[in-house]
């Protein structure tokens, strides 16, 4: 499977930004797909989660502000990040994972939110 990742951009603190994660090749519903982001200088951090079932779970950063959703018509994986802040500010990494334990990856989009 191959994902392309789009969607990031500047935007001000407590702003709204929703990046997309376009998959071909494979239904990206047979994947455990989410999205990992690591900012200069941090560990990378897995951010959010989505199973084969729609199960989702969020890091303790950013739970309540975003949202993580597949849409398998377009078999297309969605971050909707809300209410945004400067330590948000990352690059943003999709994967998705078979059940085989292969893992793929997209190439990152920056986000940035100024203060």
């Known amino acids: 499977v191959q994902l392309q990742a789009s969607g990031g951009g500047l935007v001000q603190a407590g702003g709204s930004l929703t990046l997309s994660c376009a998959a071909s090749?494979?239904?990206?519903?047979?994947?455990?797909t989410g999205w990992f982001r690591q900012a200069p200088g941090k560990q990378r951090e897995l951010v959010a989660t989505?199973?084969?079932?729609?199960?989702?779970n969020y890091s303790d950063s950013v739970k309540g502000r975003f949202t993580i959703s597949r849409d398998n018509a377009r078999n297309t994986v969605y971050l909707q990040m809300n209410s945004l802040r400067p330590e948000d500010t990352a690059v943003y990494y999709c994967?998705?994972?078979?059940?085989?334990?292969?893992?793929?990856w997209g190439q990152g989009t920056q986000v940035t939110v100024s203060s």
């Open positions: 090749g494979r239904a990206l519903s047979n994947y455990a």
């Open positions: 994967y998705a994972d078979s059940v085989l334990g292969m893992s793929y």
């Open positions: 989505i199973t084969v079932y729609g199960v989702t």
